[in-house]
């Protein structure tokens, strides 16, 4: 039963990252038979501050984006937690529909509500991202309140212990596991977006997902837009280590 997802996984993940990899290691011109290694085109993204430049934006503004989503998520996701059930299902219901529109639509109505205010570049895909991402972070974070035990938050008032310092103590460490999911769902596709960036930022505003297009498509410079790949590839990968070494670390201590 697992073997047409294995043919699935080696056809459209191992075979494209395989062809990434010898693009990306290849100087451009190289005929189908002789190929000539290089890691010039890794050693041109470092040295340039404008690529540089690039990449630590797309991180800050990811980061932001993630940290601007927790901030608002979390108390979302606290409030519909304490509903009823039904309530509970319908706020969920309602969250998700945004969901089952196409995020490039979505996009293009962010761009007809923006364009008439006179925000900067930055800001119009930080509110852009924020929307898009922010029903990810509460679906993970209401998850995770909802399967916690609820006698635990009742043992923490019977031991003379207020909301606030039950909130602390009990709700948000059990809590963790899904802020951590939420950061993972959020974080990753910010970093690497380029269609949010490219309509709402105007062109004014390249991200890291920006520069790969561009070296695909327009510039035809197949070799380094696969080492861009392979770059964003590797801080995805490290990215999605760390928050599972936080989740791994979370479940230990609790």
Not at 227 to 250: F, G, P
């Amino acid at each position: 039963m697992a073997y047409p997802y294995i043919a699935w996984i080696g056809v459209f993940i191992v075979a494209p990252m395989i062809m990434i990899l010898l693009y990306a290691l290849t100087s451009q011109g190289n005929s189908t038979l002789i190929f000539q290694f290089t890691l010039e085109n890794f050693t041109k993204f470092f040295k340039d501050p404008v690529f540089m430049r690039v990449l630590w934006t797309s991180l800050r503004i990811a980061f932001l984006t993630t940290v601007f989503c927790i901030a608002i998520g979390y108390p979302a996701a606290l409030f519909i937690s304490n509903l009823s059930d039904k309530a509970q299902t319908m706020m969920i219901l309602l969250m998700t529909l945004p969901m089952w529109i196409n995020m490039l639509l979505k996009t293009y109505a962010w761009r007809g509500i923006l364009m008439n205010f006179n925000f900067s570049s930055e800001l119009k895909v930080f509110v852009g991202m924020v929307y898009d991402f922010l029903p990810y972070m509460i679906i993970q974070i209401h998850t995770a309140i909802s399967k916690m035990d609820k006698n635990l938050i009742v043992a923490s008032y019977d031991l003379g212990a207020n909301k606030w310092k039950t909130f602390l103590k009990v709700t948000l460490p059990l809590s963790v596991p899904g802020i951590i999911s939420g950061i993972t769902l959020v974080f990753l596709p910010a970093v690497s977006s380029f269609v949010i960036p490219k309509l709402l930022g105007g062109g004014d505003y390249v991200l890291i997902g920006n520069l790969i297009e561009i070296y695909f498509l327009n510039a035809g410079d197949w070799n380094f837009g696969s080492a861009i790949s392979l770059i964003m590839a590797l801080i995805i990968i490290a990215s999605m280590w760390l928050t599972k070494k936080m989740d791994r670390n979370e479940q230990e201590d609790y």
